[in-house]
């Protein structure tokens, strides 16, 4: 099959999200890098894409060259990872959708709920996609659990506890570091800390697994050290459509906690977790029963977690692998095969809308907010 052409603007040298975009577009052979914008330096970002491989005349300057130089060839790319800060997100988003290319966004898709509805009113008229980069969804024994609970497995699900908590930010001292500093400065983050960066993966995973959306939601938001503006840990409480309760945790300052994203869901009759650090393993307890370690790989697994194991059983798949399976199920779609577990637009706006939510939330002291986007309700 013939591999499709890929794109990227941002994740350039040094870029902590970059190389697992590289790996995770390439690592099947659907698709190669044959454009980027990578460095907001625009030399260095043309040396380190013709380091890559990209041909010289689409090593380019910055994201509006690409868009020019790309819109007219008959060579065009397939598809435009878009990993730069949030700030920029919804203006390249929207450019090259408008161009008639497929996009794959960086979480949060947009700054503010208007520009997630924005992306959601160009995406349709376009008729292309515009995915969002919620990776933890496309784990193997993720989709298993998504699965479980479709078929009824856990009968219906009454409660789900989340939470998406590290330490690496907990030391008052490393307050100023450039790579640090941006996360809590509205500027350059928007309305919220913690909860956008982090909290919003947990929640998408929360819904995702359940099948259900987030209706409501009460938060209470923490700046636990003084210089920050934005909080740097934050509870949020939610229910679903359905009926179902949620508990949501996150934090940067859990120091001991290395990742930290770990989900369990309760059901009717049976419960699951799942835990980012030991990715390959869902435990699932059938009501009356014993605890069972469910393993990546192993024999009668749904056809969905089948499709997405690449390495042998006992090999761990790491987050990498899991942007690899965003990146199958984008090529599929582009090739016009449905896709229903990819997280598209309107997933990056029920965020975004979560996260005004609960910013509203906190600052009324821990009231309940609605928080769907007003035309998803």
Known sequence: MKKLNWGMIGGGEGSQIGPAHRLGAQADGNFVLAAGALDVDAEKGRAYAQSLGVAADRAYANWQEMLAGEKDRADRVDLVTVATPNSTHFEITKA???????VLCEKPMTMTVEEGEEIVRVAEASGKICAVNYCYSAYPMVREMRQMVKTGQIG????????????????????????????????????SGQFADCGIHALHMASFIAGDEVRSLSADFASTIPSRTLEDDAMVNFRMEGGTVGRLWTSSVAIGRQHGFDIQVFGETGGMRWASEQPNQVLYTPVGGRTQIMEKGEAGLSDEAARLSRVAIAHPEGFPLAVANIYVDLAAAIRGEVRDALPYASDGLRSMAAVYAAVESAKAEGAWVDARPQILR
């Open 156 to 191: 219906k699900v009454r409660l789900v506890v989340a939470n998406f908590s590290h330490g690496h930010h907990g030391d008052a001292g490393d307050a100023d570091n450039p790579r640090v500093r941006w996360r809590y400065d509205p500027a350059m983050a928007g309305v």
């Open 96 to 102: 090259f959708l408008e161009a008639g290319f497929n």
